[in-house]
């Protein structure tokens, strides 16, 4: 279970405050350089990792982009920072500090008006927290006297105000220390951050995310997508029907028997690839804490309940094809496949040397290892291996940068990989990707 953290009293919302910060932060671990470290000596990383932990917790702390950025950047770690680096930047994507009941209060009343507040009786102890806002709990009682159990996403005041100056100081501090690849695709991938950030900002688009979720597993009793009350959400606030589960790690799923966890790792595995290959729509953000899991009583039909649509994102068809091509090389260890696939995507270029081709078509092999036969999730040192053969094709590269698309993806695939290891599954995943496959065929040749 995650551990509570000390609350923060407020987000620094101020452009200048925000900027003073962050610049400072720069200064602070100014001189550190990512070739520095891979090349210097033990006694020197300590000082050299102490510098990227002041930058990181200073992202923490300011929340909203200056975080966002600090965790697409752990996404991106495999391919482009020193291991090191890496895990410092991965706490990013744990559960955030959440900010003070007074503070998050008076957002809430500045949204809902009194009419509206005087109807919920709000438990101020939030439920979750993350970079752009927060999730408390919430009752409400309808003409009848009965209570509706409602939940609050309440975003953070002001957050959305420092995106553009947050970026642009992140990019050159983040230039400054050799940290990131300069060039055309990396500035592309600042720009799909704004972009990704001003979406999960916007909780209008992540109410019809959800209605378009709503609508397409309506007919699949597995899956549960809360319905969104209009009523009492706003541009800051998101109210939602709050259905009952727990997460994936806690003891009550952990207690089910090998079968039920077994059933929901397929759930959740096919929800992913339903996302992909059927609505070209894929929630990018597969946190433990965005999925709960409703224990059936009789032990028949545990069900998967959605909670987030904000960071949801588009598939371009042609992306698709070529992703598919990745798929399909990799599961039917085709290497002609894998090496066209990598080649359409840009992974792969006319100047990489076959020894780098045959690295990357053995990453590739290995990525899609769970799906060959009967699989052991729980147990698996995979990530240490993939991590391992990112690191050494990385160095080959010299820091290329993947495109934009792919690092959303293999997020979401790394959280699918989780959330299976999480349940301890053991089971075939392979007859499901392929039975996804023959049903949804490429539309692009």
Not at 79 to 96: A, D, G, M, R, T
Not at 194 to 202: A, L, P, S, W, Y
Request: aromatic residues 8%; charged residues 30%.
């Amino acid at each position: 279970m995650p551990q509570k953290k000390e609350p923060l009293k407020d987000i620094r919302t101020s452009l200048l405050t925000r900027g003073f910060k962050l610049a400072r932060a720069g200064i602070r671990a100014g001189g550190f350089a990512a070739g520095q470290l891979l090349n210097s000596s033990g006694e020197n990383k300590p000082a050299w990792l102490a510098k990227v932990e002041i930058l990181v917790n200073e992202m923490g702390q300011l929340k909203g982009t200056a975080m966002k950025v600090g965790q697409t950047m752990s996404m991106y770690g495999e391919h482009l920072l020193p291991k090191e680096v890496n895990e410092i930047f991965k706490k990013l994507q744990q559960e955030s500090p959440p900010v003070m009941w007074s503070t998050m209060r008076k957002t809430l009343e500045r949204e809902l008006g009194a009419e509206r507040m005087a109807l919920l009786e709000v438990d101020p102890e939030p439920l979750a927290s993350a970079s752009i806002g927060q999730v408390h709990t919430a009752i409400r009682k309808d003409a009848s006297g009965a209570d509706e159990k409602l939940a609050l996403k309440i975003q953070y005041e002001g957050i959305d105000a420092a995106v553009d100056t947050d970026l642009k100081l992140l990019k050159f501090i983040l230039n400054m220390s050799e940290m990131v690849p300069r060039g055309p695709r990396f500035d592309q991938v600042f720009a799909e951050i704004r972009t990704m950030f001003k979406q999960e900002v916007d909780y209008d688009f992540e109410r019809e995310a959800a209605a378009k979720f709503k609508e397409w597993l309506k007919d699949d009793p597995r899956y549960k997508v809360p319905f969104i009350d209009p009523k009492f959400s706003t541009k800051r606030v998101l109210t939602m029907e709050r259905l009952k589960g727990v997460r994936a790690d806690y003891p009550d799923v952990q207690a089910l028997s090998q079968e039920r966890r077994n059933r929901l790792g397929i759930l959740f595995l096919e929800l992913y690839l339903r996302e992909l290959l059927e609505f070209r729509l894929v929630q990018t953000d597969p946190h433990l804490g965005n999925y709960l899991i409703e224990i059936d009583p009789t032990g028949e039909n545990d069900k998967l309940v959605l909670l987030d649509f904000g960071a949801v994102r588009d598939v371009p068809d042609d992306f698709l094809h070529h992703y598919r091509l990745l798929m399909e090389g990799g599961i039917g260890r085709d290497a002609r496949k894998v090496e066209k696939g990598g080649r359409m995507l840009g992974l792969l270029l006319p100047e990489d040397p076959m020894e780098l081709v045959k690295d990357y078509v053995d990453l590739c092999y290995l990525l899609t290892e769970p799906f060959q036969s009967v699989y052991d999730w729980g147990e698996t040192d995979l990530p240490k291996r993939v991590a391992a053969a990112v690191g050494k094709i990385a160095s080959s590269y010299r820091l290329r940068a993947p495109p934009r698309e792919l690092v959303f993806l293999d997020r979401k695939l790394g959280g699918v990989f989780i959330f299976l290891s999480v349940l301890k599954c053991v089971m075939d995943a392979k007859p499901s990707v392929e039975k996804a496959l023959a049903k949804n065929p490429a539309t692009t040749s």
